[in-house]
């Protein structure tokens, strides 16, 4: 597997067939798929046919990652960069298993995703996007430095998007960017 870089507790890997089990038991929970829109894989072969198929990294260099514990190299969730050809823009998104909830590793890996993506791929602008009944994925944006900027409806749910420009982050974490 891949890795694309590391935290002081994680290591973020490009998606591997081998993370098939840990993408379907991820999805497979109500409460980590909750505000996501997606629904549950319907078997970990299914899970693995997505991983095999997902071209973001050939299509744009960067994309979601798998995170692991450093201490471990247990399979905890993904995180990553998204860039959506409808929007013009790219997101940053993190889902996690329920257990290692309330432990900062999505604000940790994200916040290294947004280095990343400022770093390696000169982008202006990263949106950070939220249910507006997802408190903790508010809280997370919030927590990088991201700036409420709308709320919005789709898919009959309502959302808010956050953002951050490369500018706020390099005033918000100046030593991320080697300032």
């Given at each position: 597997?891949?890795?694309?870089?590391?935290?002081?507790?994680?290591?973020?890997k490009?998606?591997?067939?081998?993370?098939?089990?840990?993408?379907?038991?991820?999805?497979?929970?109500?409460?980590?798929?909750?505000?996501t829109?997606?629904?549950?894989?319907?078997?970990?072969?299914?899970?693995?046919?997505?991983?095999?198929?997902?071209?973001?990294?050939?299509?744009?260099?960067?994309?979601?990652?798998?995170?692991?514990?450093?201490d471990?190299?247990?399979?905890?969730?993904?995180?990553?960069l998204?860039?959506?050809?409808?929007?013009m823009?790219?997101d940053?998104?993190?889902?996690?298993?329920?257990v290692?909830?309330?432990?900062?590793?999505?604000?940790?890996?994200?916040?290294?995703?947004?280095?990343?993506?400022?770093?390696?791929?000169?982008?202006d602008?990263?949106?950070?996007?939220?249910?507006?009944?997802?408190?903790?994925?508010?809280?997370?944006?919030?927590?990088?430095?991201?700036?409420?900027?709308?709320?919005?409806?789709?898919?009959?749910?309502?959302?808010?998007?956050?953002?951050?420009?490369?500018e706020?982050?390099?005033?918000?974490?100046?030593?991320?960017?080697?300032?």
């Open positions: 597997m891949t890795i694309v870089f590391s935290t002081q507790r994680l290591i973020l490009k998606f591997s067939a081998a993370d098939a089990q840990g993408f379907y038991e991820l999805n497979l929970d109500p409460e980590a798929i909750r505000y829109g997606d629904v549950p894989f319907l078997s970990i072969a299914e899970a693995e046919d997505f991983i095999l198929s997902y071209d973001h990294y050939e299509r744009h260099g960067y994309g979601r990652w798998s995170v692991f514990l450093k471990d190299n247990k399979y905890i969730g993904f995180c990553g998204n860039y959506s050809q409808k929007k823009e790219v940053v998104g993190f889902r996690f298993m329920r290692h909830w309330g432990k900062g590793y999505a604000t940790e890996a994200a916040r290294a995703s947004l280095q990343y993506g400022f770093n390696e791929y000169s982008l602008r990263i949106v950070g996007r939220a249910m507006k009944e997802n408190a903790a994925s508010l809280r997370v944006l919030e927590k990088l430095g991201m700036r409420f900027r709308k709320e919005f409806d789709e898919e009959e749910a309502g959302w808010c998007q956050y953002e951050i420009a490369h706020e982050m390099a005033d918000v974490y100046p030593s991320l960017l080697g300032k």
